[in-house]
């Protein structure tokens, strides 16, 4: 049984930064694909940033692109997004994700992740 527990997000000023974790318990990290998304009040659950298994490729919504760091720490057995240049429009709960299967990095949908944590909120005040 997989477990993923997110810890970092707080409130901080626009321009400010922010370095969310993922501790995960019951899988290898180095072994699964995984993603942060977020998700604002009154709004669909979105993709933020997607690290490959192997930890060689990353992808980004546009939106954060430049500004959002996403890496994998695998002998901590967890991921990291490290937020900078922070903007109100980044308020939201931020979750991170594991893929259904290792060894696979083909896709960003939420169909594509079967484990998700309980999120942690990033309140950026304008």
């Known amino acids: 049984q997989v477990q993923l527990v997110e810890s970092g997000g707080g409130q901080v000023p626009a321009g400010g930064s922010l370095r969310l974790s993922c501790a995960a318990s019951?899988?290898?990290?180095?072994?699964?694909?995984m993603a942060w998304f977020r998700q604002a009040p009154g709004k669909e659950r979105e993709f933020v940033a997607f690290?490959?298994?192997?930890?060689?490729?990353?992808n980004y919504r546009d939106s954060v692109k430049g500004r959002f760091t996403i890496s994998k720490g695998s002998a901590e057995n967890s991921i990291y997004l490290q937020m900078n240049s922070l903007k109100a429009e980044d308020t939201a709960v931020y979750y991170c994700?594991?893929?259904?299967?290792?060894?696979?990095?083909?896709?960003?949908?939420?169909?594509?992740?079967?484990?998700w944590g309980r999120g942690t909120q990033v309140t950026v005040a304008s």
């Open positions: 690290i490959s298994w192997g930890g060689r490729s990353t």
């Open positions: 994700a594991m893929y259904r299967s290792p060894w696979t990095s083909s896709g960003y949908s939420l169909n594509d992740f079967a484990s």
């Open positions: 019951g899988r290898s990290v180095s072994k699964y694909s």
